[in-house]
Structures are given as C-alpha cells and as structure tokens.
C-alpha cells in the first residue's frame, strides 16, 4: 500500500530543451570546450554541498570568454531550464489533496536548489525536500537513501520502505532505490507516471 510519492526534479518534473550552462555560452558565441573537465572534476562535489561552484567555475568562465559575473551565468543557466511539468505538478497538488504526502528527492548544488524552490514555486508544492547538497550524498549512494528514508519516518510516521513509491530518469537511482527496499520506476512520460500513481492509490 503506498503511502509517499517521492519525486526526481529534472527529466521527471522539469523538461529543459536544452543543458543551460552550454546555451549560454553558445548563444554568447563563446567556447564551451571546458564543460567535461568542470563536470568530471568538480560538479558532483558541488551537488554533495563541499564545493562551491561559483569559486571552481569561475577561472573556466573567464578561460571561455565570458565577461559577465558568475552570478549572472547562473542566472541564465537556470532560467534557461526553467521548463516545469504543469500537468504533473497539478496532478501532485490533487494527490496532496487527498493526504498522500510528495517529496522531492534530487541532486542539486545549492544555487540551483534555491532557484527551483523560490522561481519554480517547488516550495509550495511539495511536503519535504531531500537535496543532496544538504544531505551530502548523491543518489548513486544507497546512504542517500537510508537517510532519506529514516528523516521521512522522522516526519510522517511509520512508513514501510515498500510504501514509497519513486520517480527517477536514471535506471542506476532507481535500482539502488529497489535494492533498499522503495517500490521505484523509471521515468518514461508524464502519463505513465501518472497511470502508475493511480495504479497505486486503486489497491490502497
């Protein structure tokens, strides 16, 4: 019987055409070579909250051209993938509705964090929030989700591991989120997220 919906933000609840950080230089006409040494060396470290990204992305901005402040690439970066799931995200309020709590569950340096909470309006949408860059942990640790689990309990009572129901794009999340215990699926469209939850709630 499920009893939580814990949801994945990006490719899950948000839909961006397009990486932001490469947009952003591109549509400046600058050089976006430096973005798979940023990625490999440094923005998991962002996403677990110990770097910070505006200090270790700044010498490959100005190295690609760009003259504005890292603050304002960021902005842009972030506005530029600012494409919510409305349909989901209205499906989520009804479920809500109903006293079935939704949670998010993603990886996010704190920046980006701050900007999906407050622009996206995700603080209003949801019941609790687990960012790795608070937790300290990627999804690719099963730790990720033993802490995420002990805090729901913490919050909502005794939940089964089995009452959780998990949202992800990646196969390797959701599988670490199986072998823990969480009844979990990878994303595949909006519908069938949808058709699934409602599979779910019929056999409460």
């Known amino acids: 019987m499920t009893k939580i919906f814990l949801f994945d933000i990006d490719k899950v609840l948000v839909h961006a055409p397009g990486y932001g950080a490469n947009h952003t230089l591109e549509e400046a006409g600058l050089d976006v070579s430096w973005k798979e040494d940023f990625f490999r060396d440094f923005y998991k470290d962002c996403q677990r909250g110990t770097v910070d990204i505006k200090e270790v992305l700044s010498p490959y901005l100005e190295k690609a051209g760009w003259k504005k402040s890292v603050e304002a690439f960021l902005r842009s970066w972030f506005v530029y993938e600012h494409h919510p799931d409305t349909a989901l995200l209205d499906f989520i309020q009804t479920l809500r509705a109903k006293g079935l709590p939704c949670i998010i569950n993603s990886d996010q340096e704190p920046n980006r964090k701050q900007y999906i909470l407050e622009e996206m309006n995700f603080k209003h949408l949801f019941d609790a929030f687990y960012f790795s860059c608070d937790i300290g942990y990627l999804k690719q640790d099963v730790k990720r989700f033993e802490i995420v689990y002990d805090d729901i309990v913490k919050q909502f009572g005794a939940i089964k591991k089995e009452e959780i129901f998990y949202i992800d794009d990646q196969e390797e ?21 949808i058709q699934e939850i409602n599979n779910r709630i019929e056999h409460r």
């Open 173 to 193: 999340n959701v599988s670490i989120a199986k072998e823990f215990g969480m009844d979990a699926i990878v994303y595949e469209s909006s519908e069938k997220v």
